[in-house]
């Protein structure tokens, strides 16, 4: 299994991104796929996520109202738009695939999303 992230890139405050992550293949019958972000000298954080076998998605009281996650089945892909980003907000962004109640059985990359003031 491998995950292709992108969509990083350098922002103003305010402004919107949309990452993608490219799953190659579900090998769970019911999984959860999500992102997690990573800033310099701080600990990797959950950001959200969302299982194929419920559609209520969990987000870190950080990014809710801001940031919203999605996945098209047909495309292998899980979406996470951000709005309204933050200089707070940037980090490394990973992508994350797994079973549920584990979801990171598999990660991505990282794409690198920095906010500027």
């Known amino acids: 299994v491998q995950l292709v992230e992108s969509g990083g890139d350098l922002v103003q405050a305010g402004g919107s991104l949309r990452l993608s992550c490219v799953v190659s293949?579900?090998?769970?019958?019911?999984?959860?796929v999500g992102w997690f972000r990573q800033a310099p000298g701080k600990e990797r954080e959950g950001v959200s996520c969302?299982?194929?076998?419920?559609?209520?998605?969990y987000y870190a009281d950080s990014v809710k109202g801001r940031f919203t996650i999605s996945r098209d089945d047909a495309k292998n892909t899980v979406y996470l738009q951000m709005n309204s980003l933050k200089p707070e907000d940037t980090a490394v962004y990973y992508c994350?695939?797994?079973?549920?109640?584990?979801?990171?059985?598999?990660w991505g990359q990282g794409t690198q999303v920095t906010v500027s003031s």
């Open positions: 994350t695939y797994g079973r549920v109640g584990v979801l990171s059985d598999y």
């Open positions: 293949v579900f090998t769970f019958e019911d999984y959860a």
């Open positions: 969302v299982s194929s076998s419920d559609d209520t998605p």
